[in-house]
Every structure is written in structure tokens, then in C-alpha cells.
């Protein structure tokens, strides 16, 4: 056996050992440590042109929940290349377009991911405020309710300028004045 086709034995026994542990283990929850050891071997394999789209989603996941958004958005759409239906691929494309302000593009993604998720708030959320960016109040108004009503806590968190700037395009478009504060 040549050196060649040892590195290429290696490489596939590598590649399947780290789809192995990517499909048991929630990356995120991993120790520092560990999860370092874990991206370094994602690095290695995507940078391979025939990479997985399982590593690729899930090298995603890591980047999207360390605010990498825009990278995680490549690798999302490089993984939907090779997963079209994967829901997680789908809401984490939707997730990552919508935190990235590309509304339009988002939109398709999150509105699958609502069919599938009807009683996830922050899809809810999101969709509605793309919904709401587009123009398209009526459609908007029930997913926002919904989602602000089951989980305000938790999108005031994560969305705090989008729920302001929600409340100030509705108090403007409402014709409504907006409260003043008193004087003392």
C-alpha cells in the first residue's frame, strides 16, 4: 500500500470518526476543551472540497452560536447543497439570514421552518418581523402577538432594537402618539 492511498484510508476512518461524534453529541454543550479539539477536526475536513454537508451543518451551528454569522450562512447554504430538506439546515439558514438583516431572503427559510415548528416563538418572531419589514402587516400581526405574548422575556434578549423598532413603526404607521414621560 503507497503512502497515497494510506493518507486517504486515514483521511475516510477520520472523516467518518467525526461524523460519528457530530451525530451523537450537541456541539455547543461540549466543555471548552473538547468542543476546541472538535472544530479543529471541522476545520481540517471542510477544508476538503468533497466535506459533508452533516460537518458542514454542524461546523454552522458552532459558528452561528459564536456570532459568526456570515460565515455560518455560507456553510448553511453549502450544506442545504447536499441536504435540501434538512430542517435544521433550513431554520439555521433562516435564523442566520434573518440576524444579518437580509429579510427577503430569510423569509422562505423561516416560513418552512413555521410549518414544521408552528409553536416555536422565536421563528414566530422572526417571521412576523419579516413579514412586517416587507409590508405585509396583516400577516405579520398574529406570529408577532403570538411570539411576544409566549415569549417576550426571551426575544427582548435576543432581539431587543427589533422589538423597538417594531413598536415605533407600528406607533408611527398607527397614526398613535407615542406616551410622553411626565415632568416632574
Same mark, same amino acid.
Given at each position: ?11 475516510? =476512518? ?5 461524523? $460519528? ?5 450537541? %456541539? &455547543?454543550? /461540549? ?16 477544508? $476538503? ?13 458552532? %459558528?452561528? +452560536?459564536? @456570532?459568526?454569522? +456570515?460565515? !455560518? ?8 447543497? @447536499? *441536504?435540501?430538506?434538512?430542517?435544521? =439546515? =433550513?431554520?439555521?439558514? @433562516? ?7 437580509? #429579510?427577503?431572503?430569510? /423569509?422562505? #427559510? /423561516? ?5 414544521? #415548528?408552528?409553536?416555536?416563538?422565536? =421563528?414566530?418572531?422572526? &417571521? ?14 398574529? /406570529? *408577532?402577538?403570538? !411570539?411576544?405574548?409566549? !415569549? ?5 434578549? $435576543? #432581539?431587543?432594537?427589533?422589538? &423597538? $423598532? %417594531? ?8 397614526? !398613535? ?8
Amino acid at each position: 500500500m503507497g503512502k497515497t492511498e494510506n493518507s486517504h484510508r486515514i483521511r475516510k =476512518i477520520f472523516c467518518a470518526a467525526l461524523q $460519528q461524534i457530530v451525530q451523537e453529541t450537541q %456541539l &455547543t454543550k /461540549l466543555e471548552p476543551p473538547v468542543l476546541g479539539i472538535v472544530e479543529r477536526m471541522l476545520d481540517e475536513v471542510l477544508s $476538503q472540497k468533497d466535506a459533508s454537508p452533516l460537518l458542514q451543518k454542524k461546523k454552522a451551528e458552532l %459558528l452561528y +452560536a459564536d @456570532g459568526n454569522v +456570515a460565515r !455560518a450562512v455560507e456553510l448553511f447554504e453549502a450544506a442545504q447543497e @447536499g *441536504l435540501p430538506e434538512d430542517l435544521d =439546515i =433550513i431554520t439555521g439558514l @433562516g435564523a442566520a439570514l434573518y440576524d444579518l438583516d437580509r #429579510y427577503q431572503k430569510a /423569509l422562505p #427559510y /423561516l416560513e418552512k421552518s413555521l410549518v414544521f #415548528y408552528p409553536d416555536d416563538e422565536m =421563528i414566530q418572531f422572526m &417571521t412576523g418581523f419579516c413579514l412586517w419589514q416587507q409590508g405585509n402587516r396583516e400577516a405579520s400581526c398574529s /406570529l *408577532l402577538i403570538s !411570539a411576544l405574548d409566549n !415569549a417576550y422575556d426571551e426575544i427582548m434578549l $435576543q #432581539y431587543p432594537d427589533k422589538v &423597538t $423598532q %417594531l413598536l415605533k413603526s407600528y406607533l408611527n404607521n398607527s397614526n !398613535a402618539e407615542a406616551p410622553q414621560p411626565e415632568t416632574p
